[in-house]
């Protein structure tokens, strides 16, 4: 059914802390590994070591530099951005979907696309701003991130395990994962208190995965409002005699 | 959005074959007070000999039509990676249009294969049966164009088709191509008879009011495109808020699905041109039918048929090819 379940209490999802993601693409590859082997695997590729190799990864790590204007001039901030499924609370992706494939669990809110009804006309791609699907060439149907839904509910791995891959791999815990529906869980709280934001909410889609973003930096360059470069004031009256007249005599 | 052929071949041709249906179950429901007003001027035989005449005429186009929207729906499930499974996409018609359209592509050939096997089997087009089945048919070939437009339509994150202009360029333009074909398949000597259609003002409706507007239309709507903000890559990220951004490392050295199927900019540096070549043949061919005629006789109809086809193929490639979707931000292109 691609109509939506009611709204659940239950939100799980990602919140990922733009601060402290160094870009290393573990994520990416950690989750590449275990969904090739998982539940919903193989991800084939295409050409994988020739000269073009293409196939599908869930998880994409962008890297941007971002200009500030300062006090002291323009300074460039480096931000790694890991992009993936952001298991929207109302996604346009499920409800395009002809076939019912696509759709959104009542219980916990992944959305997840049945392999077994997935006929591949792509709609679900053009549906969903964030790029979170791609068609497998060689499987003919959509593949997107599933959270991980068979390793965090998988009995057989030890509790720690019990998390998405990307979680797990990335070397400084700048993945979280947890319940969004609840605002006392340990991710709600974070989000709340770093001010995490969801992409484009704009298009109503309602993402449950959040962004923290990058700190201010600490050195001791405020981020003037960009145009308005601050000027620095001087009293010549409270000047000593020979510096006033310096002042005068260099201000001609 | 990479203007791929089988869904430009679905649209255009189904949108064509469902116009000329629906001009079809138009003529079809006008035909018996064409009749009665000829009542006057002719015996019961003779009449009875002209409205056979129409019925081979009607049954003509109708087969016509029926491939073209056939062609165009085959064509559309070659857009599929799992064609077999092409029959599952009937099944959620309560929230997708792709399958509501679905839907009414196949109910519309109820009626088109009860009015042709009707009319194969010599029924008289002034019965009530013939009338029902052309409503039916006339209505859901204006569903079917519908629900075509609105699987762009309800795309949010393609600007160029999220808005009001698609629905109503998806009707004109399947009138549009319905009216040439029509006309091109009455003046064809098997079917050469009065028509309940009179192909002349078909012609000049199509050439003074349905070209023009649907030319304005997409003017009108080529203007919007040009204003609508686009989304950069501050808008995408969230990053807006900390200054300019920039991208300065894709996530991968290849293209993937996403820069394959969305980062097509070929046409955006081409659409000053392709926008004029098909502006000019949309209101050019029906318009050369009168000047064609006089040097090729009947068979100008086709040529026009051509000409029109051509212009709707390239607005239609245009349409896919210059739309932009969000996720490019992503990517700073």
């Known amino acids: ?121 792509q709609l679900c791609a053009w549906a969903c701003p964030y790029g979170a699907r791609e068609i497998s060439a060689e499987r003919g149907t959509m593949q997107k991130c599933t959270l991980c839904v068979d390793r965090i509910y998988n009995e057989t791995l030890d509790p720690a395990d019990r998390q998405p891959a990307c979680v797990a791999a990335c070397p400084t815990r700048a993945r979280h994962f947890g319940d969004l529906g609840d605002a006392d869980s340990p991710i709600s709280k974070l989000v709340a208190e770093r001010e995490g934001y969801a992409l484009m909410p704009e298009f109503g889609y309602k993402p449950v995965n959040k962004y923290l973003p990058p700190r201010p930096r600490r050195d001791g360059c405020d981020v003037a409002s960009p145009g308005t470069p601050r000027e620095e004031t001087l009293d010549r009256d409270k000047l000593p005699g020979v510096l006033r007249w310096l002042d005068r005599a260099l201000s001609r | 959005m990479r203007p791929t052929f089988s869904i430009i071949f679905f649209t255009v041709l189904s949108g064509a074959g469902y116009g000329l249906v629906f001009l079809v179950a138009i003529s079809l429901l006008y035909a018996p007070a064409l009749l009665a007003q000829l009542a006057q001027f002719g015996s019961a035989a003779d009449l009875d000999a002209l409205a056979g005449r129409m019925r081979l005429t009607c049954e003509v186009a109708l087969a016509i039509g029926a491939l073209l929207a056939t062609a165009g729906l085959l064509c559309s ?151 609508a903000a686009k989304p950069d890559t501050g808008d995408a990220t969230g990053l807006r808020r900390l200054g300019s951004v920039r991208s300065f490392e894709q996530p991968h050295t290849e293209e993937n699905y996403l820069t394959h199927e969305m980062g097509f900019v070929l046409a955006r540096k081409h659409s000053r041109r392709l926008r004029t070549i098909a502006a000019l043949l949309i209101i050019g061919a029906p318009l050369a039918v009168w000047p064609l005629s006089v040097v090729a006789g009947d068979f100008a109809a086709w040529v026009v048929v051509l000409l029109g086809m051509l212009g709707v193929f390239v607005e239609r490639w245009l349409f896919f090819a210059e739309a932009r979707h969000a996720v490019i931000a992503f990517y700073g292109r």
């Open chain 1, 1 to 121: 059914m691609t109509t939506l379940p009611p709204p659940a209490a239950k939100k799980l999802g990602l919140v990922i802390d733009l601060d402290i993601c160094v870009g290393c693409h573990a994520c990416a590859v950690a989750c590449k590994e275990w969904n090739d082997g998982g539940d919903f695997g193989p991800l084939p590729d295409a050409d994988p070591y020739g000269a073009h190799p293409s196939g599908v990864w869930f998880n994409r790590v962008h890297s941007y530099a971002v200009e500030e204007t300062t006090a002291r001039g323009k300074r460039e901030m480096t931000v790694h951005f890991p992009r993936s499924c952001l298991h929207c609370e109302t996604p346009a992706c499920v409800t395009v979907c002809p076939t019912g494939a696509s759709y959104k669990r009542a219980e916990d809110g992944i959305v997840l696309v049945d392999e077994d009804k997935c006929i591949g006309c």
């Open chain 2, 77 to 227: 499930v070659g857009h599929l990676g799992k064609p077999l499974r092409a029959w599952r996409a009937f099944s959620q018609w309560r929230s997708s249009w792709l399958s509501r359209e679905g839907v009414a592509s196949v109910l519309a050939f109820v009626p088109m294969f009860g009015l042709l096997v009707a009319m194969f089997c010599d029924t008289d087009i002034r019965s009530n049966g013939v009338a029902i089945a052309a409503t039916a048919l006339a209505c859901l070939c204006a569903i079917t164009v519908f629900c075509t437009g609105r699987i762009y339509s309800s795309l949010k994150p393609i600007r160029a088709w999220h808005n009001g202009y698609v629905v109503p360029g998806y009707f004109l333009f399947a009138f549009y191509a319905g009216a040439l074909w029509i006309a091109a398949l009455y003046t064809m000597p098997i079917t050469l008879s009065p028509l309940a259609i009179p192909i002349g003002t078909l012609y000049q409706f199509n050439a003074f009011v349905i070209a023009p507007l649907a030319v304005g239309l997409k003017l009108a709507y080529w203007r919007s495109l040009a204003q």
